[in-house]
């Protein structure tokens, strides 16, 4: 897909993620997080679900519904996720605060790497050893032995 075809899916992937924020803010309180979370996780897996069976011939139109409900349920999970990490680490100290923050930002980027690539891997078919029928197999178990 070219970028001008892509655009229209992007507009709404942007616009589902902006929203998400203004809604998760009008009913984000203390206590309330474990249900937010629950949605979200139910919206994304139904999102991806709707996703799982796309082909080369899947046009960006056929996306929309989809790609609507994973970015708002990712809009929904962030917000309260960082709220309730970043509370924890205030009412612990500051120093707290700087691990909180190191290890939420490389969770994220580790995350988003990750994700990356296994998406990538079953879109593009995985590598060619994977294509070609055989795959990697792990070396035998090691045998200890006493001397003697």
């Known amino acids: 897909m070219l970028n001008e ?9 942007l616009t589902a993620s902006v929203v998400s924020g203004i809604a998760c803010a009008a009913v984000m ?5 474990s249900v937010i979370h629950a949605v979200a996780l139910i919206l994304v897996a139904v ?4 996703d799982s ?3 080369i011939l899947t046009r960006p139109e056929q996306m929309y519904v989809s790609q609507v409900l994973a970015s708002f349920g990712s809009g929904l999970f962030l917000p309260p996720a ?5 509370g924890a680490a205030l ?17 994220q980027k580790v ?8 998406y990538g891997t079953s879109c593009n078919g995985g590598n060619s050893s994977i294509r070609s029928g055989w795959s990697l197999s ?7 032995s006493r001397p003697g």
Do not use: C, D, H
């Open 138 to 144: 792990l070396p035998p178990p090691i045998r200890w």
């Open 5 to 13: 075809q892509m655009s229209g899916l992007y507009w709404v992937i």
């Open 82 to 86: 960082i709220a309730a990490g970043l």
């Open 29 to 33: 309180k203390p206590g309330r997080e």
């Open 111 to 118: 995350g988003g790497y990750l994700g990356s690539a296994m």
């Open 53 to 55: 069976r796309s082909t």
């Open 47 to 50: 999102g991806s679900f709707m």
């Open 91 to 107: 009412n612990r100290g500051p120093n707290y605060i700087l691990s909180f923050t190191v290890v939420f930002l490389a969770t």
